[in-house]
């Protein structure tokens, strides 16, 4: 088997080379044999169609390169000499290559040529009138044939290698697009808590004098807020490793506008003054809910990071074909000074999260110097996925 396989290997390599010496060795002896037959023996027509097939036999060597040329000096040979293989074999070889204007012009220059020869010569006229076309004919289907049939396996074999490549190619934008869906996930998963968990300790941190109560307040809520954190971590992970989920809803407990009392409750407890007020309705979509719960989020962690002595209004309103309008304003803070690092990839990803629900979102400083997050989010006249059926699936 092994020695049948280099064997292989080594035809794959010189099996063009071969077909031309088969080519050739065949049309050559095809002459031999024609020159050999004459009536007269080896006279001066012998000879010349010796000389004649063995120049356009020769030629064949040189026929996939210049596959026209080669059939040119084949009809030149059939024209004097009479020698049919060569220029048969010729045309084979130019029918596979292409099939164009070129080739219908050489096939009829073959077929004359052919026609003339039985004139002057020794053939019957109108017998080779009739049967050229179909002697001739013959060759062009068969090299048409071959030739379509390459063309076929080429673009096959292309068609493959573009799917192979586009097929690689989404994968990879899969990849990306998953490895942007989880940061952004664990950026609103645990930079909020870790923000409030910064604040309780910067409150000790400010205020080393105060009573062994505020000390063991802020100690409870620091425990009970990274308690959270990591629950919210290890449920993260667990849908990863799974990797059920689809558009990074299941990657959590599914937030929702109704928890917005909660999120602000929060960052009462950590010393930031926040007010909130919410007019919204019971029947708010789940869609709607989990986004407008992540703007209000991103936008009190961005509080507690830059300005965790300013006061701020968190105010949310809406109704169904209105839209919701979500609005997070705060005064200039107090201290200048970040209290924790900030790559600016939280707003990058709201908007990017606001925008794939249809909204709009707008930030930028106040004319007081404060801060404002202002999104819009649609909502549309319809009772199709609200919050209420979506608790009932979950139950």
Known sequence: MRRMRRWYAWWVRHAARLRDVLYVGFSLLTIVLQAASGAGGWGIRGWYVLGAGTVASVALFWRRRFPATVTVIGIAAMLTAGVFVPMGLALLTLAIRRRDLVLGILGAGAYVAYVLNSWYGEGEFWVSVFTAPFLIGTWIAIGAYVGARRDLMVSLRDRAERAEAERELRGEQARLGERARIAQEMHDVLAHKVSLIALHAGGLEVNPAVGPEKVEGSARLIRETARQAMEDLREVLGVLRSDLSVDGADLTPVPRASDLDRLVEASRDAGVAVTGEFSLPDDVPVAVGRTVYRVVQESLTNVHKHARGASTDVVVRGGRGDGVTVRVTNVRPVA?????PGAGAGLV??????????????????????????????????????ESGADEGER
């Not at 930030?363 to 549309?380: D, F, H, I, K, N």
Request: net charge negative; hydrophobic share 35%.
């Open 336 to 340: 200048a000074e970040s209290l924790l």
């Open 349 to 386: 990803g709201l908007r990017e999260r606001v925008q794939l629900a249809g909204g709009r979102l707008s930030t930028g400083p106040t004319r007081e110097g404060g801060w404002q997050v202002e999104a819009w989010l649609p909502w549309p006249d319809g009772r199709d996925n609200v």
